[in-house]
């Protein structure tokens, strides 16, 4: 089911068909327990992410995943799922771990959760009910956030969090190694970007005001636990775009850079 060694494949499970994904396998598989899972945005282009991802699954030596939100099955992917009665990305998403698990015998595997745009919104929502998978978080461009306050209103906030979302896991979430990244340029209030009077005045008018906004409101409760601060990145010369900022090599810098710091901190606490 799985591809060989240094082989891309599209994979169903039959326990997850709703979701597909595709998955890489380096020719050196050094940390078995760890997969770098790619979010795409809204425009669902899954094969840019798969093909920029794979150069840093093989320096990292680890397995990459990248799922297919299609817009049938997951038209609102990007905030965990439309309302209470529609198919969850998360949960899909973790049917889909669970079979990966099993096949690669690796009970305790973690992701390296990446997301650009409606990925990145996607990847930091799941991480506020799944950080338990996680092995960090890598946030670039998203167009707004849901933040760790309960003082606001889900979804700008976790106020009022909908029981059938399930249980909130913020603090756990908080102690995750973060990276936040947005293109310097990326401030266009394009027609795909959400846009309302109360959500600019809390996050700010683009996505640059609202990544600053964001990673300073999560570092201030990170610094509160002792968690360390977010780690936050503007990409020069780049606006709203995934393969230009892949292109560039500065984002996957960026993120390798992070991945190789948190691997040189988990060495010296053995």
């Given at each position: 089911?799985?591809?060989?060694?240094?082989?891309?494949?599209?994979?169903?499970?039959?326990?997850?068909?709703?979701?597909p994904a595709w998955i890489y396998l380096p020719v050196k598989l050094s940390q078995p327990d760890r997969f770098?899972?790619?979010?795409?945005?809204?425009?669902?282009?899954?094969?840019?992410?798969?093909?920029?991802?794979?150069?840093?699954?093989?320096?990292?030596?680890?397995?990459?995943?990248?799922?297919?939100?299609?817009?049938?099955?997951?038209?609102?992917?990007?905030?965990?799922?439309?309302?209470?009665?529609?198919?969850?990305?998360?949960?899909?998403?973790?049917?889909?771990?669970?079979?990966?698990?099993?096949?690669?015998?690796?009970?305790?595997?973690?992701?390296?959760?990446?997301?650009?745009?409606?990925?990145?919104?996607?990847?930091?929502?799941?991480?506020?009910?799944?950080?338990?998978?996680?092995?960090?978080?890598?946030?670039?461009?998203?167009?707004?956030?849901?933040?760790?306050?309960?003082?606001?209103?889900?979804?700008?906030?976790?106020?009022?969090?909908?029981?059938?979302?399930?249980?909130?896991?913020?603090?756990?979430?908080?102690?995750?190694?973060?990276?936040?990244?947005?293109?310097?340029?990326?401030?266009?209030?394009?027609?795909?970007?959400?846009?309302?009077?109360?959500?600019?005045?809390?996050?700010?008018?683009?996505?640059?005001?609202?990544?600053?906004s964001w990673v300073e409101a999560v570092s201030k409760q990170k610094q509160k636990m002792s968690a360390g601060?977010?780690?936050?990145?503007?990409?020069?010369?780049?606006?709203?775009?995934?393969?230009?900022?892949?292109?560039?090599?500065?984002?996957?810098?960026?993120?390798?850079?992070?991945?190789?710091?948190?691997?040189?901190?988990?060495?010296?606490?053995?």
């Open positions: 089911m799985l591809p060989l060694p240094g082989q891309e494949k599209r994979v169903v499970f039959p326990a997850s068909k709703a979701l770098i899972i790619a979010v795409h945005g809204i425009s669902r282009e899954y094969k840019n992410q798969l093909a920029a991802y794979k150069k840093l699954a093989d320096k990292l030596g680890c397995g990459l995943l990248v799922p297919e939100f299609s817009r049938k099955d997951f038209s609102r992917y990007q905030q965990i799922t439309k309302d209470a009665f529609s198919l969850r990305a998360d949960t899909e998403l973790n049917t889909l771990l669970i079979t990966l698990k099993v096949q690669l015998q690796q009970p305790f595997l973690k992701i390296h959760l990446c997301g650009y745009s409606g990925g990145a919104q996607f990847a930091h929502r799941y991480a506020m009910l799944h950080p338990q998978n996680i092995a960090s978080l890598v946030l670039c461009s998203a167009g707004w956030y849901t933040f760790p306050s309960p003082s606001v209103e889900f979804p700008y906030g976790t106020g009022k969090w909908p029981d059938w979302l399930g249980k909130l896991r913020v603090d756990d979430m908080l102690r995750l190694p973060i990276l936040v990244m947005v293109g310097e340029q990326d401030i266009k209030r394009e027609k795909s970007l959400r846009q309302s009077k109360s959500l600019d005045a809390q996050q700010g008018c683009n996505r640059v005001e609202r990544a600053k601060v977010v780690e936050y990145r503007q990409l020069p010369n780049l606006g709203h775009d995934f393969q230009a900022s892949a292109d560039s090599g500065e984002m996957m810098l960026h993120i390798e850079s992070f991945w190789n710091d948190i691997r040189r901190e988990k060495v010296c606490a053995i």
